[in-house]
Structures are given as structure tokens and as C-alpha cells.
Nanobody
Framework: QVQLVESGGGLVQAGGSLRLSCAASGRTFSSYAMGWFRQAPGKEREFVAAINWSGRDTYYANSVKGRFTISRDNAKNTVYLQMNSLKPDDTAVYYC???????????????WGQGTLVTVSS
């Protein structure tokens, strides 16, 4: 399977922006849809956004729709999550993973990486 390394998290004030990156290993990166997930302290992991293999089709959870933008650069084996208008409820560890399809439920194909922590202060 592929190895996934998330980065770009940090501390940001409410209303601010942050851009996360997910670097993936493996020769078949461009063949898979990719998704971002997040897990708040003491909570279960939840789906955030998905992007198809070409980057032309995206899907967002209602909680982030209109604020977050997922994108990918297959030449760099990297997926991005641009997060704008951040809220304290966005505080979580963010993870990326490959997806079998674009339709729900969004099931991760690989083991979870360490994620990157996003903390939004009020």
C-alpha cells in the first residue's frame, strides 16, 4: 500500500486560513480518488472532502462546504486542503487517504498516517 504524510497544520485564529498537504508514495497515486478526514479530540473520525483521480470532481461534507477546497497535483503525488473561514469546531487532527469511489460511504483504502493537527482558537 501507499504511505501518506500529512503536513501544514498549526494554530490559527477563527476566521483565518490554512493549507494542508498530503504527500503520497506509490506508483498508482493518480489512479485513485483521495479524501481528507479529521478527528477531533475524543471524537470519531469523520469525512471532510474527496477528489477524483483527475481532480475535476470534488465532494464536501456539509460542515465544510463553501469554506474548504480540495485539490491535487498528480505530478507531485500530493493532495491539498485549503481551509478558509476556520471555526473552532474545525479543530482536529486531519488525515488523508485513498478512496475506492467518490460516493459515500468514504472508506479509506490504506492505513492511517500520523495526521496533522489543526487548532483553531476563538
Amino acid at each position: 500500500q501507499v504511505q501518506l504524510v500529512e503536513s501544514g497544520g498549526g494554530l490559527v485564529q477563527a476566521g483565518g486560513s490554512l493549507r494542508l498537504s498530503c504527500a503520497a508514495s506509490g506508483r498508482t497515486f493518480s489512479s485513485y480518488a483521495m479524501g481528507w478526514f479529521r478527528q477531533a479530540p475524543g471524537k470519531e473520525r469523520e469525512f471532510v472532502a474527496a477528489i477524483n483521480w483527475s481532480g475535476r470532481d470534488t465532494y464536501y461534507a456539509n460542515s465544510v462546504k463553501g469554506r474548504f477546497t480540495i485539490s491535487r497535483d498528480n505530478a507531485k503525488n500530493t493532495v491539498y486542503l485549503q481551509m478558509n473561514s476556520l471555526k473552532p469546531d474545525d479543530t482536529a487532527v486531519y488525515y488523508c487517504n485513498a478512496l475506492p469511489t467518490m460516493s459515500p460511504p468514504h472508506i479509506a483504502l490504506n492505513a492511517w498516517g500520523q495526521g496533522t493537527l489543526v487548532t483553531v482558537s476563538s
